[in-house]
């Protein structure tokens, strides 16, 4: 999950930017969100860690630092199987 706010209202310009930054290889799933205050989130879904392990998969760079009211978040989460529900 990869998480940035940008410098106000440059929220617009952080979506796009976002949008634009392609992983290789892709994931499985990307999905791009807006929230209040100039935030965007991108998270993306992999069907298997590359070899080498975690580390491998590919991360979403953070954008110049004009474009940003702060530093880029970053979290990794593993699925807890037997925990869906629906």
Known sequence: MWEAR???????ELLDWARSRPLDPPPTRRETFVAP????LVITWWDTVPEGGAGEIPEIPSPDEELLARPVHR????????DRTG
């Open 37 to 40: 205050g100039d935030r965007v």
């Open 75 to 82: 979290w990794r989460f593993t699925r807890v199987e037997g």
């Open 6 to 12: 940008a410098v106000p209202g440059r929220a617009g």
